[in-house]
């Protein structure tokens, strides 16, 4: 099952990039030592206090819309509405962390009483377990989500709310808003009178792979590319001390359409696939890159004479040449076909739509099942329903996987159980885009869609990655963490029982 | 903080060891073929299902009780009394695992209900999200506990209860006891009908390498040496697609006694460390192998005079021989004197106490802050009660930490601060030793101790190493898995609201 990885420009990523300003080693040292510093103080601070400081970034974060909107719409070339819908949706985000803080369910409480008849067949001693903050997190930013996964995104909130200081090695595709977000952020913290050195931001790969090798650092974050992301992973796990690296990466988030869908829904279908890989310029980690169809429908046909979008610049220029790459590999491809009239190479490039076989697919994975980082896609025709079963089993980790069909379908049981395997997040006549930021979310998934199966960079979850247990035996009522004592009110777990 | 890795000999563990006899290549390859052909029936048996089948093996192995412990004291030279207690460990954690089961809490079931007005900015959908098992697992089996952590224990109970397939490497040092412990839970397996390849064991380093460079493995977990470990441990990580590997390794479990408790408890004291130490020859992963105590006590001096239990053998020539090692290299540090009478590298060992200035082992950590597996250990004298709390700030990950200590020491504090940092498991005026099986526990802590700080391999928590989220979006009831569906009676969030 597992093959050749593929090295898909996804995004930017880091690998390789060279930031036009990057923070001298000396400095990035300096704010590494500032954040360990941090460390303890800010584990410390009680969860009221935790929560009024993420809920204070958020409204700094808020009433400096217009302006960071405004930068960052000139810096990505992504419209002022999205920026403004992705900002709320960053804001959010933290007051959401900050309510998980308030409710504390996140410590996993744990108390087991003295038992002296405990069946294990010696005594039971006092036991009580909570969760403890990692240390400094090093957070590596993305490009296609200038706020929602940037300098004050998903992993920025989540390490947080678990009691971790911050680094941020900001992306190179929006440096100003880094910058300006930053300020609002450590503006935040100063008002609500943080330890100094919980948050801080540098610049450049060089500085970023420093920092990632830095003893004081305890988890890092990503996400990017998956060439960039397993470079950064192999770096992690190989310091003497490795440590938990939390890489999203690439995903092509396959869409299986079964044939009474296809028949029953075609319109709906193409307007929907359509309004998905779009959005954003096709530019989303969750963009549906590889659409299966029953060949005698007629959803070639459709999307090949459906209205599109019209042509929208890429993130910056570095994504722009990494998509003509793969386009260009793709479209070279002797079993893909292109349908369309206007020139796919263009810049700004339109939506294009590529077809194949489904039988080609399997053949040929490696070179075409992969992700394509910007407005194309690949349909792919099958013959038999059995071959969507072929691609589910065929296919490495993604992050969605989507079946369109209608009740009655022989392929949904086998093909839902072979997908749940491979995906992270499964949807039922819907659209992969539009991650939802929910308690029951999941965004993650097998190696390559992200570096660590069990985990989440979405959601309430994903405090969890910034979490470490420990267990107190034995201790006095006095000499406890007040979590831990018989009075706490916290949602726990007492003797087995919850409560 | 981090320093050159400790290579200590803990356990004899799998690296370098060349076993006697080793499973063919082919042999284990159809080994972990048949595990990942069993994953998909395996994950879909039901709760009642599995709980039975868990059952089953504890019944099996309590019933081979007599054979089995007579195997484990001719291979181990455990006694049979301890033998005897360590397999009644093994099967309640079997049917502790059932009793997590049959809960369904370590399901973590998450229901948000689609929630048009959801205030991040975008309609919520219809979320659900549960922890599906990540499939098949390889456990490297530990030498010092054959049953507890070997064939049938932790690993094998908690990956079993979280629905994976297991193959276990076994541990050359009680290959016959391994393989009479894997033909009762066989047999357990075919009498409770379970799907065939769920469970095997294979034998040798290199098909153990082997199998942890198979595809089909999706997690692997170990018990033994820095080295051993942190060698399979980048193994698993530079796989094509790395996978979790959960490396329990070494640990010096420091006990930091104060000035008060030295004065007023020295009699309890020293008794309790001699039995802590001396328990199954100082061959214990929690052993306390460093005892912190002022210089002005007589703690020393009654160490120096206190009865010891008689030498004992250890579990077999390999771990003698590292233990001589570390021994050796112990007693010729200038900075360590050692007081007794007796030869200490007799074979068996008599139990040893070398003593050193708390300074000199503060300077010299490298050297001397390091795990000596067998019964012996090292006292250091502080003069002040600061420097526990330098060698607490100064020492790598731990399993456990100690403070034996009274009301009102001004160093219990900050020395609580630190050492939370440090270990997975802190203990109050209690040893080490004894790890109880608990829904509390946990056995883990930053590297060294283990290669992953946020689990254990200790305790119910363990099952949650070997699942992986996955979420369900926009799903009809019908189509739903039935503990996602609106009529389920698991321990759930519901829109962020425990039920």
């Not at 009680?46 to 960071?68: F, K, M, W, Y």
């Not at 989507?402 to 491979?422: F, H």
């Amino acid at each position: 099952m597992t093959k050749a990885t593929n090295v898909a420009t996804r995004r930017d990523g880091d690998s390789g990039s060279d930031d036009p300003v990057t923070t001298p080693g000396g400095e990035a040292d300096a704010i590494v030592q500032a954040a360990a510093r941090a460390a303890a103080p800010w584990a410390a601070l009680n969860r009221t206090g935790r929560t009024q400081v993420l809920r204070t970034i958020a409204d700094h974060l808020d009433s400096a819309a217009d302006e960071l909107v405004a930068i960052g719409a000139r810096e990505t070339h992504l419209g002022e509405a999205r920026l403004r819908g992705e900002l709320r949706r960053t804001t959010f985000q933290l007051r959401l962390f900050a309510e998980l803080v308030t409710d504390g369910s996140y410590l996993d409480v744990r108390i087991d009483h003295a038992d002296p008849d405990w069946p294990m067949g010696a005594p039971r001693p006092d036991l009580r377990r909570l969760m403890l903050p990692l240390g400094p997190v090093l957070v590596f930013a993305a490009s296609n989500f200038p706020f929602a996964f940037s300098v004050a995104g998903g992993d920025t909130a989540s390490a947080l709310a678990a009691g971790c200081p911050v680094v941020v090695k900001v992306h190179p595709g929006h440096p100003e808003l880094s910058a300006a977000t930053a300020e609002r952020v450590k503006a935040a913290l100063v008002a609500a009178g943080s330890p100094e050195g919980v948050f801080d931001i540098i610049t450049g790969l060089d500085a970023g792979v420093a920092a990632l090798r830095a003893p004081e650092i305890k988890a890092a974050s990503f996400t990017g590319s998956i060439a960039g992301g397993r470079a950064l992973f192999d770096i992690a796990s190989q310091r003497p001390e490795p440590i938990p690296f939390y890489g999203e990466l690439g995903s092509v988030n396959p869409v299986f359409v079964t044939r009474a869908a296809a028949t029953n829904r075609a319109e709906e279908i193409v307007a929907g696939f359509i309004a998905s890989f779009t959005l954003g310029a096709g530019q989303f980690c969750t963009k549906p890159g590889v659409l299966l169809v029953p060949r005698d429908s007629d959803l070639v046909e459709r999307l090949t004479q459906a209205t599109y979008p019209a042509p929208a610049p890429l993130l910056n220029p570095r994504i722009q040449s990494g998509y003509t790459e793969t386009l260009r590999q793709l479209t070279s491809h002797p079993s893909v076909s292109y349908a369309g009239n206007a020139d796919p190479f263009a810049d700004p490039p339109g939506p294009t739509v590529l077809t194949v076989r489904a039988a080609d697919l399997v053949e040929q994975q490696d070179d075409l099942f992969r992700e394509c980082f910007g407005p194309t896609v690949l349909v792919a025709s099958y013959d038999s329903e059995d071959e969507l079963l072929t691609v589910a089993e065929m296919i490495d980790g993604q992050l969605t996987a989507t079946i369109v069909g209608e009740e009655g379908d022989r392929v949904l049981a086998p093909l839902m159980q072979a997908l749940a395997l491979k995906a992270g997040r499964l949807l039922w006549n819907a659209w992969p885009t539009g991650v939802s930021v929910t308690y029951a979310q999941h965004h993650g998934g097998p190696y390559p869609a992200t570096t660590s199966p069990t985990i989440t960079s979405v959601g309430t979850a994903a405090i969890a990655r910034f979490l470490r247990p420990v267990a107190y035996q034995n201790f006095p009522q006095w000499l406890l963490p007040a979590a831990l004592r018989d009075d706490t009110t916290l949602p726990r777990l007492v003797d087995g029982r919850r409560l």
